[in-house]
């Protein structure tokens, strides 16, 4: 046999061979899809539970400020965008790491003296959520660990799972107005640990952690070498006279990834734009600032209409209107835990800020329910009420109540759910 027979012979048993490994289809879905989870939604679909027909379903689950309508957004964020619609010049491509004007409004807004900023150090995404994702994979390597706090919210183990990074929690303690445990957060860095997530103001625990306590957050970090990513998106979302610490105002040392958004403070989630502060004094991220821009490649960018609205929604929305929706989620905090926190069986912790109140469920007290998930399928079964059992956050027993419904439905909700309880505390 010739040389060109036998490449022939080669070429032909190698067409068969690949045509006989694929001689059906076989489409399996990916690894990275299949270690994508979202415990949220795993959590409600576990608790296969349908409303009371004869009840209206007051929803006390979303972190969705525009679904009951009673929070408007303010006109000049209306005026900003149908400007730049019918500017036909906000319809195209821009960087992938957000357009300039939007970054330059953003760090002459956001900086200050303790924290400057500049054009160079932002970043936008497609949402916070979006800007989470492009900080944990600029940060973190497949195998390596993240700190995450518990309770907290959920997108930081979906984000870091997916990309094949080991989550570790640190404890919330609710006795303590929510304070990081800072033993227990020690006990689990190791070499391998990329950084820690820090969300302050708190989803789902609605706390803002004091000064002091930030600056004890920012020792440990030095200590250990730390970088942190900080999502601040319910930055100045605090009640009555306590105040908001953005945490890299209190450090030079620390480098900082600070995520925030437009979606909460400006009340527009669907609106899809986030972003990454980098501070860096140091230059300490010097690889990071270029890792964030690679990254933002991936999606080709937010929002460019958004995007070119933002330096007027920056400096066109009056500081009334973030006042007003502050002073209606604490008035909203303080009319619930007022009727919740006399119920047997509940312990309310009163919020500091954001939109949302943990409640703890004492469920040893509560007849045949045996955890928070069985609590909440009950509660929305017989009352028509639908909260976030605390296992979505990683914290049993617990329950999480969002702020933003109309104050009549949210007095109406904490009335079923006390008429819920009595009926089933022992
Ligand atoms: C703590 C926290 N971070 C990030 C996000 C995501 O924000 P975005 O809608 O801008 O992606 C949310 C949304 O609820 C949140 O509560």
Redesign the pocket.
């Known amino acids: 046999m010739s040389v060109n027979d036998r490449t022939e012979d080669a070429l032909n048993n190698k067409v068969k061979n690949v045509m006989t490994s694929r001689s059906k289809w076989h489409v399996p879905a990916s690894i990275v899809s299949k270690r994508t989870v979202n415990p949220i939604r795993e959590t409600v679909f576990n608790m296969r539970a349908k409303p009371n027909p004869d009840k209206e379903l007051i929803s006390l689950a979303l972190?969705?400020p525009t679904i009951f309508g009673n929070f408007k957004i303010h006109e000049s964020c209306i005026d900003a965008v149908i400007k730049q619609l019918q500017s036909y010049k906000a319809n195209g491509y821009l960087p992938a790491f957000g357009c300039e004007e939007a970054r330059k409004a953003l760090a002459e807004k956001f900086s200050t003296e303790d924290a400057p900023l500049t054009i160079r150090d932002i970043v936008l995404g497609?949402?916070?959520?979006?800007?989470?994702n492009l900080a944990i994979g600029a940060l973190c390597n497949e195998g390596q660990n993240i700190l995450l706090p518990r309770p907290g919210?959920s997108?930081y183990q979906t984000i870091s799972q997916s990309k094949g990074i080991e989550c570790r929690y640190y404890d919330l303690l609710p006795d303590r107005n929510w304070e990081i445990d800072l033993d227990q957060l020690i006990t689990l860095i190791d070499d391998k640990t990329a950084c820690i997530v820090i969300?302050n103001p708190?989803?789902p625990c609605g706390s803002n952690f004091s000064r002091q306590h930030l600056e004890s957050i920012i020792q440990v970090c030095e200590t250990y070498k730390l970088v942190i990513i900080a999502?601040e998106?319910?930055e100045d979302m605090v009640f009555g006279s306590t105040k908001f610490y953005p945490i890299a105002s209190l450090t030079k040392s620390v480098p900082i990834l600070k995520?925030s958004?437009?979606?909460?403070r400006f009340l527009v989630?669907g609106w899809?734009?986030?972003w990454v502060f980098i501070y860096d004094q140091n230059g300490i991220l010097d690889e990071i600032r270029d890792a964030l821009l690679s990254l933002s490649n991936i999606i080709l960018g937010a929002n460019s209409l958004i995007q070119h609205s933002i330096p007027d929604i920056l400096f066109n929305t009056p500081d009334e209107f973030y006042q007003d929706t502050i002073n209606q989620c604490e008035r909203s905090a303080s009319v619930s835990a007022s009727v919740l926190s006399e119920i047997r069986g509940l312990h309310v912790i009163v919020p500091q800020g954001?939109m949302y109140m943990m409640i703890g469920i004492n469920i040893e007290e509560f007849k045949g329910i045996k955890d928070d998930v069985e609590f909440a399928a009950k509660l929305l079964e017989e009352e028509s009420v639908m909260c976030l059992p605390g296992q979505c956050f990683h914290y049993p027993n617990y329950m999480r109540i969002t702020l933003t419904p109309p104050i009549e439905k949210l007095k109406e909700a904490c009335d079923r759910i006390r008429e819920f309880c009595i009926r089933h505390h022992i």
């Open positions: 972190g969705d497609s949402g916070a959520s979006d800007a989470l919210f997108i969300n708190s989803n999502d998106i319910y995520v958004g437009l979606a909460k989630p899809r734009v986030g954001a």
